[in-house]
T-cell receptor, first 116, second 119 residues
């Protein structure tokens, strides 16, 4: 069965600090998809990234970067030079390619507080 | 980009009444839609998978007679909370898969959510 673990419940940083949000996943499929979403106080999910299991290249998008390590089943997310607007709940999610029926399972989420 | 809408955005109802929530894909067709529930400060929990033209598939522990799902067209799925009780108060979110995307292009588009408060 698929499972996503985000061990960090809450993280508090001061503006301009770098912060890494951890995500560890479990799946029996060889083809799967990993996601990160941001959920601001409004509640609407904001899609950040999708990573396919066969593509281990790390990705950078502005202040955001993702480190995908299949060997440790991890897909960590780093925000560089954090800003107050980054304050939100961040979810890591997993969708299995074959047995999962396209369902996406979410981790518990990490609440990030960025203080000015 | 693809947009998914939900209506209503928030609803308050009395205990015992039924509430219908609509999920629409606005610029794409979705043979599959998903319904999630999120309690305060918790994660999104998948309730069911809604398939156009067929019965929904419910996750373990979700009462299908209480949460009725209808996916009558390629752009609309509805979730009806029947005989709602205060413990059903939650944030309900739907998502939709674009039917023409391949698995490698897989992305779910999420609606803005519906806040349900049952008094």
């Amino acid at each position: 069965a698929q499972k996503v673990t985000q061990a960090q419940t809450e993280i508090s940083v001061v503006e301009k600090e770098d912060v890494t949000l951890d995500c560890v996943y479990e799946t029996r499929d060889t083809t799967y998809y990993l996601f990160w979403y941001k959920q601001p106080p409004s509640g609407e999910l904001v899609f950040l990234i999708r990573r396919n299991s066969f593509d281990e290249q790390n990705e950078i998008s502005g202040r955001y970067s993702w480190n995908f390590q299949k060997s440790t089943s991890s897909f960590n997310f780093t925000i560089t030079a954090s800003q107050v607007v980054d304050s939100a709940v961040y979810f890591c999610a997993l969708s299995e390619g074959t047995t999962g029926g396209f369902k996406t399972i979410f981790g518990a989420g990490t609440r990030l507080f960025v203080k000015a | 980009g693809a947009v998914v809408s939900q209506h209503p955005s928030r609803v308050i109802c009395k205990s015992g009444t039924s509430v219908k929530i609509e999920c629409r894909s606005l610029d794409f067709q979705a043979t599959t839609m998903f319904w999630y529930r999120q309690f305060p400060k918790q994660s999104l929990m998948l309730m069911a998978t809604s398939n156009e033209g067929s019965k929904a598939t419910y996750e373990q522990g979700v009462e299908k007679d209480k949460f009725l799902i209808n996916h009558a067209s390629l752009t609309l799925s509805t979730l009806t909370v029947t005989s709602a009780h205060p413990e059903d108060s939650s944030f309900y979110i739907c998502s939709a898969r674009d039917s023409i995307l391949t698995r490698e292009q897989e992305t779910q588009y999420f609606g803005p959510g519906t806040r349900l408060l049952v008094l």
